[in-house]
């Protein structure tokens, strides 16, 4: 298959999908802004067409649902017409909730393999962790964030370090479960064999169930990587954070410009396929890696 028969398979649904979505926004943007724009807008300025009435509810200063147009707009002129370091800028926002997702998405995985190992290993943690860690994703974190943060807050804790920490706690279940997974999927013919080697259970972990857990792992930090995402916005609503998507959604809010949330959404959006993007291209390196050796 060549190149350009690999890019038409690829890109056709992917833009048939995404053309479909653009013409039932603007349907749906029309359909909701027009009522409003002929009250405030049109029937003040006098005698009014239908083209007047499209082009005034695609491009209204207060939409009910933005145009993509205006989306595309606000964001160009949000990082364009800004500095870096001005809370007007989108990038700065993102880049603040990019790393306390990344903090927490990193303390998620090294808290879920750790619990993992211990389950692996220990009949004992197997029964006394497994209910508790699955009892631990039936609490609503709308309903823990903010007393995570209370208390942290208590101790002197602010900063990137509390929505990290509820990112984390989105993390670690999906890569906990995962790693118990891929760490019991040797097959008993492959243990038998390293254990007529003398290995050691340091040993048997390297070289057997860790290698045979990727297929496992890679999947489940997509998962737990985009739990961040959502869990570090949840911990930017109520701490009044001046930085930050969840920070930029909840101003728009206070002052009723629809645009600027729906950029920040949009934001989000992008900022979440950018990394799971960088999760499935680590994933590829490392299984191109293990295949190779």
């Not at 998405?105 to 619990?115: C, Y």
């Not at 509820?166 to 013919?189: D, E, H, N």
């Not at 890679?218 to 949840?234: E, H, W, Y």
Request: proline share 6%; with cysteine.
């Amino acid at each position: 298959m060549t190149i350009s028969q690999r890019l038409h398979l690829h890109v056709l649904p992917v833009g048939s999908v995404l053309l479909v979505a653009l013409i039932l926004w603007y349907a749906l943007a029309f359909a909701l802004n027009a009522s409003g724009v002929i009250d405030r807008v049109l029937t003040p300025r006098g005698p009014w067409t239908s083209s007047d009435l499209i082009a005034a509810s695609l491009n209204a200063t207060r939409p009910l649902l933005p145009a993509p147009h205006q989306l595309i707009i606000d964001i160009w002129n949000s990082i364009t017409q800004w500095p870096l370091t001005s809370p007007r800028n989108l990038l700065l926002h993102t880049w603040v909730t990019a790393s306390a997702a990344l903090t927490g998405f990193a303390m998620g995985v090294v808290l879920g393999v750790l619990l993992a190992v211990c389950i692996v290993h220990s009949r004992t943690l197997d029964k006394a962790l497994m209910p508790w860690i699955v009892a631990s994703q039936t609490i609503p974190v709308l309903a823990i964030a903010p007393i995570v943060l209370i208390i942290l807050g208590s101790l002197g804790v602010t900063g990137m370090l509390p929505k990290a920490t509820i990112a984390m706690y989105l993390c670690f279940f999906p890569v906990t479960i995962a790693t118990v997974q891929g760490l019991r999927s040797p097959q008993k013919m492959e243990m038998e064999l390293v254990h007529t080697y003398a290995a050691r259970r340091v040993d048997i972990f390297w070289m057997v169930r860790l290698p045979s857990s990727l297929p496992y792992l890679f999947p489940a930090f997509r998962v737990a990587i985009a739990s961040g995402l959502v869990g570090t916005m949840v911990a930017e609503l109520p701490t009044g954070a001046q930085a930050g998507l969840g920070a930029r959604l909840l101003t728009g809010s206070y002052y009723g410009n629809t645009i600027q949330i729906w950029s920040a959404l949009v934001m989000a959006s992008l900022l979440g396929l950018a990394l799971t993007g960088l999760v499935t291209l680590t994933e590829r390196l490392v299984m191109r890696q293990r295949k190779g050796a």
